[in-house]
């Protein structure tokens, strides 16, 4: 199973230790991580997934493949900008969600689109987003609601 972790390229501290923790433990439980591929949130949980040994997959905004964080396995450019954001849940089997702004905000309505099911870690306060109160409880909620 695939699990997309979402959430701002711009990250405080705080956000970036809780992506980190989400990626080790979707990797942990045996998950590919997918993200946006590029700084912030997506690189924190990429270091967290590829510390415990996971394959980290990022979906890019530009044409280059050279363009995503260092701790990305398989990097996949679309040339498509701010529209990539259709791509990233939709690449998940699962969301977890960390802060983040008007791009995460678009990824968490198409992964409503997708009907996957979202835990979020921050102030989002959406129809369909599991509230979360730390890392170790949006992992288990999506492991669970993929019913492993």
Same mark, same amino acid.
């Given at each position: 199973?695939?699990?997309?972790?979402? &959430?701002?390229?711009?990250? &405080?501290?705080?956000?970036?230790?809780? #992506?980190?923790?989400? !990626?080790?433990?979707? *990797?942990? #439980?045996?998950?590919?991580?997918?993200?946006?591929?590029?700084?912030?949130?997506? $690189?924190? $949980?990429?270091? &967290?997934?590829?510390?415990? /040994?996971?394959?980290?997959?990022?979906?890019?905004?530009?044409?280059?493949?050279?363009?995503?964080?260092?701790?990305?396995?398989? $990097?996949? $450019?679309? /040339?498509?900008? =701010?529209?990539?954001?259709?791509?990233?849940?939709?690449?998940?089997?699962?969301?977890?969600?960390?802060?983040?702004?008007?791009?995460?905000?678009?990824?968490? !309505?198409? *992964?409503?689109?997708?009907?996957?099911?979202? #835990?979020?870690? !921050?102030? =989002?306060?959406?129809? &369909?987003?599991?509230?979360?109160?730390?890392?170790?409880? #949006?992992?288990?909620?999506?492991?669970?609601?993929?019913?492993?």
């Amino acid at each position: 199973m695939r699990v997309s972790v979402i &959430g701002g390229g711009n990250a &405080g501290e705080a956000d970036l230790k809780r #992506a980190r923790e989400v !990626g080790r433990l979707v *990797a942990e #439980a045996g998950h590919d991580l997918v993200c946006g591929g590029r700084g912030g949130v997506m $690189a924190a $949980a990429c270091a &967290g997934a590829k510390e415990a /040994g996971g394959t980290t997959i990022g979906i890019l905004p530009g044409e280059d493949r050279g363009g995503a964080n260092e701790h990305v396995d398989v $990097a996949i $450019a679309t /040339g498509l900008g =701010h529209a990539r954001n259709a791509l990233v849940p939709l690449n998940g089997d699962a969301v977890i969600a960390i802060e983040g702004g008007h791009g995460t905000l678009s990824e968490l !309505g198409y *992964a409503g689109i997708y009907d996957r099911p979202v #835990a979020g870690l !921050g102030t =989002h306060d959406v129809d &369909g987003v599991y509230a979360a109160d730390s890392p170790r409880d #949006a992992v288990a909620y999506v492991t669970d609601a993929l019913g492993e």
